[in-house]
């Protein structure tokens, strides 16, 4: 059974950064593609960035283009998201969640991930 565990969250000031990282139990097929999501109070979830962990590639919300960055390590078993220029809407509940690629592509839809971490926090206050 894959296991994802998240880590790195905590409360900052607008402006300030935060790298999470995702553990994952396993580099195989069935977590080519390693993503992070977030939900804020009252909203859905919303895909924020993903990679391939067997290409390398990424994508990422517009939302966050040009202030996030996602990499993998060599091991492909850790998966960070480091957030630069935090903004007050940044703050969500952020989940790592990993899954096949379709048609060997990774997306940003939930529903192609099977597997997901329990979350943490990121609050951004101004």
């Known amino acids: 059974q894959v296991q994802l565990v998240e880590s790195g969250g905590g409360s900052v000031q607008a402006g300030e950064s935060l790298t999470l990282s995702c553990a994952v139990s396993?580099?195989?097929?069935?977590?080519?593609?390693v993503g992070w999501f977030r939900q804020a109070p009252g909203r859905e979830r919303e895909g924020v960035a993903r990679i391939s962990q067997f290409l390398g590639t990424k994508l990422y919300a517009d939302s966050v283009k040009g202030r996030f960055t996602i990499s993998q390590d060599n091991a492909r078993t850790t998966v960070q998201l480091q957030m630069n220029s935090l903004k007050p809407d940044d703050t969500a509940m952020y989940y790592c969640?990993?899954?096949?690629?379709?048609?060997?592509?990774?997306?940003?839809?939930?529903?192609?991930?099977?597997?997901w971490g329990q979350g943490t926090q990121v609050t951004v206050s101004s």
């Open positions: 396993e580099y195989s097929s069935s977590t080519t593609c």
């Open positions: 969640a990993a899954g096949r690629a379709t048609s060997g592509t990774c997306s940003l839809r939930q529903s192609d991930y099977g597997y």
